[in-house]
């Protein structure tokens, strides 16, 4: 194993994969470069069980980060690390219909995080307005969260707290230079993990911002823009 790059860092919905299950020959690459001893770190919005089950699927143990990087696992001290002050969100969860009666949360099971908030909204609009809608309201309450936009819904979190700030302290408890690292996604919360690492790619079907930002942009959508990466770097 030649590659400059110790670390494969993969956001999971619209990456590694997209309406179709993962791939056999995904995973078997994603396997070998791991059993080359790559690490390979799945960074994901969704919740902690979620991600260690893709986890399993794939064969990896390692760190993981989930719910926009308020949460941090440790397989190997089997440790749960929080970031970021709970109090606003937590009082936004408590007053959650007084204070935003529009909005629902979604039922699926994936949705339903230990720490963020993601919120639906009962008669959808343009997402940039339920943005605004949610953070003007938020403002006025003096509850200073984060808000990330997610397909058709937003994810609201502690303050300052982004992917990035996951992939940053995963990589000082590991001791990995951010040069060796090269990191994955297709969407606007993971515009923060560029900044975080080496070497950025945008898998094809990525949202045009990211695109203008990654320092490549894969061929292919999804499972295939990451076995062409593999390919290509590992």
Do not use: W
Not at 38 to 62: F, N, P, W
Not at 71 to 84: A, Q, R, S, T
Not at 131 to 159: A, F, G, W
């Amino acid at each position: 194993m030649n590659s400059k790059y110790k670390v494969l860092v993969l956001d999971l919905d619209g990456t590694l994969f997209g309406k179709q299950p993962i791939r056999p020959e995904l995973i078997e690459s994603i396997r070998e470069i791991y059993n080359k001893k790559i690490r390979i770190i799945l960074c994901s919005g969704r919740t902690l069980y979620y991600v260690l089950g893709i986890a399993k699927c794939l064969g990896i143990e390692d760190f993981v980060i989930c719910e926009e990087g308020t949460l941090i696992y440790d397989p190997f001290k089997k440790k749960k690390i929080i970031n970021g002050d709970l109090k606003n969100i937590n009082k936004l969860r408590d007053n959650l219909e007084s204070l935003l009666p529009m909005v629902k949360l979604p039922p699926e099971a994936h949705h339903d995080k230990q720490i963020i908030l993601a919120l639906d909204r009962k008669e959808r609009i343009d997402l940039d307005d339920f943005v605004e809608e949610v953070s003007d309201i938020l403002n006025k309450n003096k509850l200073e969260l984060n808000i990330t936009r997610s397909d058709e819904m937003i994810n609201v979190m502690p303050k300052n707290i982004d992917k990035g700030i996951g992939i940053e302290k995963v990589l000082n408890m590991t001791g990995y230079n951010k040069e060796e690292v090269l990191a994955m996604g297709d969407s606007y919360n993971d515009l923060p993990v560029f900044k975080k690492v080496g070497f950025s790619v945008a898998v094809a079907n990525a949202h045009i911002e990211l695109k203008k930002e990654a320092d490549y942009v894969c061929e292919f959508e999804n499972g295939k823009g990451v076995k062409e990466i593999i390919d290509k770097f590992f």
